[in-house]
Structure formats: C-alpha cells, structure tokens
C-alpha cells in the first residue's frame, strides 16, 4: 500500500470512521497540514476501539489480526492491523534493525513475551523473518525456563538476543549464579522498556562481549515510531519517513517543537494504516531533537499519558478512574503515578493530595491498595518474580502536588528515573 498524503487519509477517515467523522466535524472540507487537526484525545479514542460497537475503525472487522497493549483488566485496549498492514509494518521495522546493527547470518535468540494478545515476540519475530538480510531465528519466548534458555543459547551459538531489560537481567542473574558467562553474544536487542546504567553493569558480567543497543521504537497502538541510530546513545532514534510523520509539542502550548534541545511530547501520524487509523497520536513519551533535518531525536523518559514501571505498562487515565472509583466522596484532591528507580528496580509511587486527618488515611489506602491490586495483576505478577517494587501510597497536601512551573497545571505522572 502506498503512503497516502494526508489530505487523501483525511477524507478516507471522515467518510468511513464514525469517531473521526465526529472529531473533525468542525475542521475544514480540505485539511493540508498536520497541525490543522487536534492532537488524539487518547480517552476518547479507546473509549470509541472496542471489540463490539467499534465506532473508531473504518471497515468491519473481518481481516486483521488483534493484539492488546496495557490497561486494567476491565479496560484492556486493543489495536487491529490487515494482513497488509502488518507486513508493512514488520517489513519497515525489519529494514530499521539493520542500521541497528543486525548482521547477514547472524543468530538471534527472540525473547519477548508472547499469548495473551501481546504482540511483541510476534512483532519482532516477523521483523527478523523480513529484515533484509539473512539471519537465524530462535523464538525462545520470555517466558521458557531460564535453565533451557541459556542451554539453547550455548547450543547455537547464538550472537544476539532481543528482549527486555528486564529479561536480560533475569538471565544475568541466573548465570551469575552458575558461574557461567556467554561471551559469544556480542549484542543485545532491548525493547519495551527504558534501561539503566545499573542493569547495563549486570549484563557486562554476564555478556562481556556484548554491546546493548535499543532494537528500536514502535508501539503497538502507535505502530512505527522510531528506528535505533547506531552510536553509543541507545535513546536515540530516526523518523520511520515516509511511513509515520513524528512531531514533538510543546507540553504547554502544544505547538511543534522545531529546534534541537526543546523537549516535548511525542507525537505520531502513521500515513499507511487505514482500518484503524492514527493520527496525531500521543506516543506516551518525551524526547528532543538533536538533528531535524535527519530526523532524529532522543527518547527522555514518559510523558503524562502512562509510564512503564520496568516491564509493566500503566496508563495515566486508568489509575485516574481506578482511584475515583474507590472514592466516590472525593476525599482525594489530587493524584500523580511517580516511577522512581532504587535498589536497582523500578516502582511505582502513588501520590495522592488531601487534607485529611491522619486517622483517615489508612482505610481509603487499603482501599486503593485492593483496587491497584484487583484492576492491575500483571503489576503484582512483576512484584512477586522480583522485578519491580511494590507499589506504594504517598499523602502529600494538594499544595504540595507537582505543578508545571510555567502553567501552574498539576502533572499527572511524573517520572524521577536517571533516564540520562
């Protein structure tokens, strides 16, 4: 499929989509420019791409295949791609992992997670089956034993591993403890998750050959955003141009960012996909430029749409309606989702503004804890293999919520990890 202009995927999405005929009602009959349309109101989006009653897509939903991002249990969110889609999509990201480094002939062992409509051992599956050049897949999984892994690993020889941080470090661990190294790995393929200097100490341990770079950035919902440039800076990413136009906002005023240095939101148009189109789409995250011209820029951590506490996605406007739900008297003023890194984990902090007494603050956190822990058992699941911390409630007064300095707006998720 060719790459539509934007104009053409305009009208296409007006005339066949119900959501985004309603949310470009009042735009004008010919749209040129990116910045003519609002940026994806990401509630209302998911509230419109559900299984039944799909107000968001533009065609009946009668080929394509179904994959879930993150969400609670009873708002998981799922993305629908066609059958040419997908192969556009993995096509594009496969040709992205040779300037990632990936080398014809070289070994790769695929340990992403897999089942329960997650996409990433799939996606990137298929991405090496596409990549330009000849490799060997090994679709090991995340979830296979860590015993039979590093065996099958020894047993190829395999050169490269593509998982999460997390993953690695798990297999860092194990091997630490065995007294066993893989020097024949010479790079490792990090996706999903950001990593840190602490966890690239460990991997040095245990694949002292090897060297960690990001396998580049895409997202299920969002699709191709970024892929890796080669260099010592595993933040750093190109544009997938002519695929996706990426822009980068102003957290406050929300116009584009142009120079190299300004941080912003990411934001992302993807000018292929038409059953369910993305425009303007909030990626989640923060970046900057540093070479508009190639298109690059430089992942900064999350932005206030979610954050990912190591392997665990949560979505801002969740843990918003989940902690609403458990107080209906509105006792609560005030909620920031905070990600601190410590003891060489991630967790989560919830910090909740509220001028109550003391006494009252231990029955409505019990009551958020039961919640968190009902709505979002992957993140227990996490907690319980050693990979993250327990979440944890923080009272604070509302005066002492973070506020944007410039705006003086609260900012829903905050982000304190050393991300540089």
Not at 23 to 48: C, I, K, N, R
Not at 301 to 330: K, M
Request: proline share 7%.
């Amino acid at each position: 499929m060719p790459v539509q202009s934007l104009a053409e995927l305009v009208r296409f999405v007006r005339r066949n989509s119900p959501f985004y005929a309603a949310l470009y009602s009042g735009l004008p009959d010919h749209v040129t420019e990116l910045t003519q349309l609002p940026v994806m109101p990401q509630t209302e989006f998911w509230q419109a791409n559900t299984p039944r009653g799909n107000t968001l897509l533009t065609g009946p939903l009668d080929e394509a295949v179904v994959f879930k991002s993150g969400g609670t249990t009873g708002a998981p969110k799922f993305s629908f791609y066609t059958r040419e889609e997908w192969h556009e999509f993995t096509t594009a990201f496969g040709a992205g992992l040779v300037d990632a480094g990936l080398r014809p002939g070289e070994r790769v062992a695929d340990l992403f997670y897999t089942g329960d409509l997650y996409a990433s051992f799939t996606f990137i599956l298929d991405a090496l089956h596409r990549a330009p050049v000849a490799n060997v897949r090994l679709p090991i999984g995340g979830a296979a034993p860590l015993a039979s892994t590093v065996d099958t690993l020894e047993q190829f020889d395999v050169e490269v591993i593509a998982g999460t941080p997390t993953t690695f470090c798990s297999l860092a661990e194990y091997l630490q403890a065995e007294g066993r190294r893989l020097p024949r790995v010479t790079t490792l393929f990090f996706g999903g998750e950001s990593i840190f200097s602490d966890q690239q100490r460990l991997l040095a341990t245990a694949f002292p050959n090897a060297r960690v770079a990001s396998i580049g950035y895409a997202a299920v919902d969002a699709g191709l955003v970024g892929a890796a440039v080669p260099g010592g800076d595993p933040r750093l990413h190109r544009a997938f141009t002519p695929h996706t136009v990426v822009e980068i906002l102003d957290e406050d005023s929300g116009e584009p960012v142009t120079r190299t240095g300004v941080p912003g939101r990411v934001v992302v148009t993807d000018l292929r996909r038409r059953l369910m189109p993305v425009l303007r789409y909030p990626v989640g995250d923060r970046a900057e430029w540093t070479c508009t011209t190639a298109g690059h820029f430089r992942i900064l951590g999350r932005a206030e749409e979610g954050l990912r506490v190591g392997p665990v996605a949560l979505h801002t406007q969740d843990v918003h309606d989940l902690v609403r739900s458990v107080d209906p008297a509105g006792r609560i003023s005030g909620l920031q989702l905070v990600v601190r890194r410590w003891e060489g984990r991630d967790g989560l902090v919830l910090r909740l503004g509220s001028d109550l007494r003391d006494e009252e603050l231990p029955e409505l956190t019990a009551a958020v804890d039961k919640a968190f822990e009902a709505a979002r058992p992957m993140y227990e699941a996490a907690v319980a293999a050693g990979h993250i911390h327990p979440m944890a409630v923080e009272w604070v007064r509302h005066a002492d919520l973070a506020v944007n300095t410039r705006s003086g707006k609260l900012i829903r998720a905050v982000d304190e990890r050393p991300h540089a």
